[in-house]
């Protein structure tokens, strides 16, 4: 409550002093700059009206107040100016959306309750990811697509029907800057806290009569923010980002239309260090002195503790696009759209936040291929009757291998005691995904009302193959401790074949129930996921909307460290039907926007990233399915423009996302029915506020002030995590708890009247808040990760 009474009380505070400040400027008014606007796009992505938003949500050109479902929007401008440039930055900006970091560094979104933790970097997300509607098939893939960007459309709910499985939560589509019809550059620079250093420019223009391009880079680098707790002159958390877009827009013909995207991203900087904070023990007997006697972190943001070297990444990614548009009539135009991701990743990842290495991933190595085609038809948006019918292809190829080292840990001493004091270990999983889909969508105005139908069906595949090795090349190994202990020398000596035992009453790949072997499987499954709905426009500021929809997200296999089959099973496909009534109105002469949702989700088969008791080595990880939950909950937004210049956003949403039926062992290896249990990563209150106020001070300059609020309640990080496991020695009362947090930032400046150049001041997380978005269990430890603290700086733009 102290949190709430803070987030309200400031927001307040702020509201009071801004609208103050505005009518203390009694001078001639100013035109709406970047910053005021919630979205600037090109004209030819501008409603008629330059103050309506324009999104693509029904992969068609639209007014925001004209789409029937929940869409938020962050402009470019808006990005540049609040220092959104991370993942968690977006979520933090927008309601209902968090994220999570997670132990191998795999972005996870969770939206309006409905989100997938899962660290494997082939697995399918329920919140899926495009660049200008190309898909980011895997989350890793969109972690540094936030750069010279037009807007980014947060689609809120299933989103099947236009988007695909894997878009059971919603879907965020990022849209990039387009290539103008005159010569124009601009750029930008900051500098912050931890020696700060982000820089971006473009340069965009005409090539010829039909031909026009932009290129935009940008590079992020920054010193290590977190401070180790065993050496204080060590630090972690460097960044050293590297990202390039190149636009051709070529026009042949009036009917004929190409847009090539090429783009990319090169990562070197270090992955962050988790907090230790409890010690919970597999085989309490056998627990090292030198883990008995190491210390809790420090709640602090910036203190943290790594095996020296662990933490690091070399990662880079390349994406080319091509979108060819052709009207086949005056009214009807075919789309291709066809893409194509190559990934590749070699990082290291701490994984208990100690100096010790109970568990380190000290190399995880990745590839991704991914190719995706669109072929689609549709009819001229100004048509009555609306559609579009289409079809889909995609192709992925996931290569993942990670090392594992872990002499520090305590089931090493047990088996120590056999002979074989194993410390380390290999795995890999090895898939290829094959995704058919066909689409049809429409809409029918019939006076005031538009009836809404659209359907997709796909038909999926998948093929994995998993494998835990050894190749230390030592005879006292993970690998010999099989053969030799497990398997009572039945089987030979070990000679790096793959160990894990079949403990089903299956046979997989030739390896039979009770044998030792590779494990193969193919997964397959299909679905339908549709949508109905009903808008109606009473008058045209008002939009009345009611949709009830279907989606799914794919099934998975796993990447981990299995000793058993059963471990590799994959998970089947979830499904969520979702109902959803809402509105949106522009009132009092456009000074006031206000919208607002209801919504309930009929959760079946939720996908969780969990655990199971392994008779030999105490708790591992294993995929489930929950077989019932439900979200239930409300999103109201207003938008407030008292007078010129200033604009006031204030959002709140109420979250209860309950699990409905599910008995299995959670995260911390509780075992236990635990329906009435909460879904995690999912506050129940959220409430945001944005204020930004700009005013002359001279006819050639503008003065600008701003702040942002964010506020979450607390959440748990896994089922049933308001109680903790048995066995467990930690400082903290709820050591799977997040507790709920406020962000405050605070900017202000001074700007060109024509927005020219612009010079800033800023500051995030003012308040030193000290918050966390994850808590992990990992064999004898469980940890969390922190957020970044108070950081500032200075930040100088230019465009002509």
């Given at each position: 409550?102290?949190?709430?009474?803070?987030?309200?009380?400031?927001?307040?505070?702020?509201?009071?002093?801004?609208?103050?400040?505005?009518?203390?400027?009694?001078?001639?008014?100013?035109?709406?700059?970047?910053?005021?606007?919630?979205?600037?796009?090109?004209?030819?992505?501008?409603?008629?009206?330059?103050?309506?938003?324009?999104?693509?949500?029904?992969?068609?050109?639209?007014?925001?107040?004209?789409?029937?479902?929940?869409?938020?929007?962050?402009?470019?401008?808006?990005?540049?100016?609040?220092?959104?440039?991370?993942?968690?930055?977006?979520?933090?900006?927008?309601?209902?959306?968090?994220?999570?970091?997670?132990?191998?560094?795999?972005?996870?979104?969770?939206?309006?309750?409905?989100?997938?933790?899962?660290?494997?970097?082939?697995?399918?997300?329920?919140?899926?990811?495009?660049?200008?509607?190309?898909?980011?098939?895997?989350?890793?893939?969109?972690?540094?697509?936030?750069?010279?960007?037009?807007?980014?459309?947060?689609?809120?709910?299933?989103?099947?029907?236009?988007?695909?499985?894997?878009?059971?939560?919603?879907?965020?589509?990022?849209?990039?800057?387009?290539?103008?019809?005159?010569?124009?550059?601009?750029?930008?620079?900051?500098?912050?806290?931890?020696?700060?250093?982000?820089?971006?420019?473009?340069?965009?223009?005409?090539?010829?009569?039909?031909?026009?391009?932009?290129?935009?880079?940008?590079?992020?680098?920054?010193?290590?923010?977190?401070?180790?707790?065993?050496?204080?002159?060590?630090?972690?958390?460097?960044?050293?980002?590297?990202?390039?877009?190149?636009?051709?827009?070529?026009?042949?013909?009036?009917?004929?239309?190409?847009?090539?995207?090429?783009?990319?991203?090169?990562?070197?900087?270090?992955?962050?260090?988790?907090?230790?904070?409890?010690?919970?023990?597999?085989?309490?007997?056998?627990?090292?002195?030198?883990?008995?006697?190491?210390?809790?972190s420090p709640e602090r943001p910036q203190a943290a503790?790594?095996?020296?070297?662990?933490?690091?990444?070399?990662?880079?990614?390349?994406?080319?696009?091509?979108?060819?548009?052709?009207?086949?009539?005056?009214?009807?135009?075919?789309?291709?759209?066809?893409?194509?991701?190559?990934?590749?990743?070699?990082?290291?990842?701490?994984?208990?936040?100690?100096?010790?290495?109970?568990?380190?991933?000290?190399?995880?190595?990745?590839?991704?291929?991914?190719?995706?085609?669109?072929?689609?038809?549709?009819?001229?948006?100004?048509?009555?009757?609306?559609?579009?019918?289409?079809?889909?292809?995609?192709?992925?190829?996931?290569?993942?291998?990670?090392?594992?080292?872990?002499?520090?840990?305590?089931?090493?001493?047990?088996?120590?005691?056999?002979?074989?004091?194993?410390?380390?270990?290999?795995?890999?999983?090895?898939?290829?995904?094959?995704?058919?889909?066909?689409?049809?969508?429409?809409?029918?105005?019939?006076?005031?009302?538009?009836?809404?139908?659209?359907?997709?069906?796909?038909?999926?595949?998948?093929?994995?193959?998993?494998?835990?090795?050894?190749?230390?090349?030592?005879?006292?190994?993970?690998?010999?401790?099989?053969?030799?202990?497990?398997?009572?020398?039945?089987?030979?000596?070990?000679?790096?074949?793959?160990?894990?035992?079949?403990?089903?009453?299956?046979?997989?790949?030739?390896?039979?129930?009770?044998?030792?072997?590779?494990?193969?499987?193919?997964?397959?499954?299909?679905?339908?996921?549709?949508?109905?709905?009903?808008?109606?426009?009473?008058?045209?500021?008002?939009?009345?909307?009611?949709?009830?929809?279907?989606?799914?997200?794919?099934?998975?296999?796993?990447?981990?460290?299995?000793?058993?089959?059963s471990q590799y099973l994959p998970v089947v496909q979830?499904?969520?039907?979702?109902?959803?009534?809402?509105?949106?109105?522009?009132?009092?002469?456009?000074?006031?926007?206000?919208?607002?949702?209801?919504?309930?989700?009929?959760?079946?088969?939720?996908?969780?990233?969990?655990?199971?008791?392994?008779?030999?080595?105490?708790?591992?990880?294993?995929?489930?399915?929950?077989?019932?939950?439900?979200?239930?909950?409300?999103?109201?937004?207003?938008?407030?423009?008292?007078?010129?210049?200033?604009?006031?956003?204030?959002?709140?949403?109420?979250?209860?996302?309950?699990?409905?039926?599910?008995?299995?062992?959670?995260?911390?290896?509780?075992?236990?029915?635990?329906?009435?249990?909460?879904?995690?990563?999912?506050?129940?209150?959220?409430?945001?506020?944005?204020?930004?106020?700009?005013?002359?001070?001279?006819?050639?300059?503008?003065?600008?002030?701003?702040?942002?609020?964010?506020?979450?309640?607390?959440?748990?990080?896994?089922?049933?995590?308001?109680?903790?496991?048995?066995?467990?020695?930690?400082?903290?009362?709820?050591?799977?708890?997040?507790?709920?947090?406020?962000?405050?930032?605070?900017?202000?400046?001074?700007?060109?009247?024509?927005?020219?150049?612009?010079?800033?001041?800023?500051?995030?997380?003012?308040?030193?808040?000290?918050?966390?978005?994850?808590?992990?269990?990992?064999?004898?430890?469980?940890?969390?990760?922190?957020?970044?603290?108070?950081?500032?700086?200075?930040?100088?733009?230019?465009?002509?």
């Amino acid at each position: 409550m102290n949190h709430i009474n803070r987030a309200l009380l400031g927001a307040s505070i702020a509201a009071i002093a801004f609208a103050g400040q505005a009518h203390a400027q009694a001078v001639a008014p100013a035109a709406d700059t970047p910053s005021q606007q919630p979205v600037e796009v090109e004209t030819a992505n501008q409603a008629p009206d330059s103050g309506d938003i324009v999104v693509t949500a029904n992969k068609r050109e639209q007014r925001l107040n004209d789409v029937g479902i929940t869409v938020a929007v962050v402009s470019g401008d808006a990005l540049q100016n609040r220092q959104i440039n991370s993942l968690a930055d977006l979520a933090n900006a927008t309601p209902s959306l968090s994220f999570t970091n997670s132990a191998n560094g795999t972005p996870v979104y969770t939206l309006r309750g409905v989100g997938f933790y899962e660290t494997s970097i082939g697995a399918y997300p329920t919140v899926s990811t495009y660049v200008d509607e190309a898909p980011l098939a895997f989350p890793v893939l969109s972690s540094h697509s936030a750069f010279d960007l037009e807007r980014v459309e947060i689609l809120k709910g299933p989103q099947g029907t236009l988007f695909g499985q894997n878009a059971t939560g919603g879907a965020i589509n990022y849209i990039a800057a387009k290539p103008t019809n005159e010569l124009s550059a601009g750029g930008s620079i900051s500098y912050g806290r931890f020696n700060e250093v982000v820089a971006d420019a473009f340069i965009s223009g005409p090539i010829s009569s039909t031909l026009s391009a932009r290129l935009a880079g940008r590079i992020e680098r920054a010193d290590g923010w977190q401070i180790s707790n065993s050496r204080p002159g060590d630090r972690n958390g460097k960044v050293e980002n590297y990202m390039g877009r190149l636009l051709i827009d070529f026009e042949p013909t009036e009917r004929l239309r190409f847009k090539l995207n090429i783009n990319g991203w090169k990562d070197n900087s270090e992955t962050q260090a988790p907090q230790y904070i409890a010690l919970f023990p597999q085989v309490p007997a056998f627990v090292t002195p030198q883990l008995a006697a190491a210390q809790f972190s420090p709640e602090r943001p910036q203190a943290a503790d790594w095996t020296p070297g662990v933490p690091r990444r070399s990662n880079r990614l390349g994406q080319a696009t091509l979108r060819t548009e052709f009207d086949v009539s005056d009214d009807v135009t075919l789309t291709s759209l066809t893409s194509y991701v190559d990934y590749k990743q070699r990082q290291g990842d701490e994984g208990d936040g100690l100096p010790l290495s109970t568990l380190d991933l000290v190399n995880n190595i990745g590839r991704i291929k991914s190719f995706n085609q669109e072929l689609r038809i549709s009819n001229n948006s100004g048509s009555d009757f609306r559609w579009v019918v289409g079809a889909n292809y995609e192709r992925s190829k996931v290569n993942e291998l990670i090392d594992l080292s872990f002499p520090d840990v305590s089931v090493r001493g047990l088996y120590g005691s056999f002979g074989y004091p194993f410390f380390s270990l290999s795995y890999s999983n090895d898939q290829k995904m094959e995704n058919y889909a066909g689409f049809a969508n429409i809409e029918y105005d019939i006076g005031q009302l538009t009836v809404k139908l659209g359907g997709r069906y796909t038909k999926s595949r998948t093929d994995a193959s998993e494998c835990g090795f050894d190749d230390s090349g030592s005879p006292i190994n993970t690998g010999p401790l099989f053969y030799d202990v497990l398997f009572g020398g039945a089987l030979g000596p070990y000679a790096g074949q793959c160990y894990q035992i079949n403990n089903t009453p299956d046979t997989y790949n030739g390896v039979a129930p009770g044998a030792s072997g590779r494990f193969t499987d193919t997964l397959k499954e299909d679905n339908f996921s549709w949508r109905v709905g009903l808008d109606y426009k009473p008058v045209d500021d008002v939009l009345l909307y009611a949709n009830v929809a279907k989606g799914y997200k794919a099934g998975s296999y796993p990447t981990l460290s299995a000793s058993l089959f059963s471990q590799y099973l994959p998970v089947v496909q979830e499904s969520v039907q979702s109902y959803e009534a809402g509105f949106k109105a522009t009132l009092l002469d456009r000074t006031l926007q206000l919208n607002g949702a209801v919504f309930y989700y009929d959760y079946t088969n939720k996908q969780l990233r969990s655990k199971f008791v392994d008779p030999n080595f105490g708790i591992l990880d294993v995929l489930q399915n929950i077989p019932k939950s439900d979200v239930k909950g409300f999103e109201i937004e207003m938008s407030i423009r008292p007078t010129q210049g200033l604009v006031i956003n204030n959002t709140f949403t109420y979250l209860d996302a309950t699990i409905k039926e599910f008995t299995g062992i959670n995260s911390g290896g509780i075992s236990a029915n635990f329906a009435g249990a909460n879904v995690p990563y999912t506050p129940k209150y959220q409430f945001g506020s944005n204020i930004d106020y700009e005013f002359p001070v001279s006819d050639s300059l503008n003065a600008f002030l701003g702040t942002s609020l964010n506020f979450r309640s607390k959440t748990v990080a896994t089922i049933g995590g308001e109680t903790n496991p048995a066995g467990v020695t930690s400082p903290v009362t709820t050591v799977f708890g997040i507790d709920d947090y406020v962000l405050i930032d605070l900017r202000a400046g001074v700007a060109a009247a024509d927005d020219s150049w612009r010079v800033s001041v800023w500051g995030k997380n003012v308040g030193n808040e000290y918050y966390w978005n994850n808590v992990v269990a990992a064999f004898d430890t469980i940890q969390r990760y922190a957020g970044k603290p108070a950081t500032y700086g200075v930040s100088v733009s230019f465009r002509y």
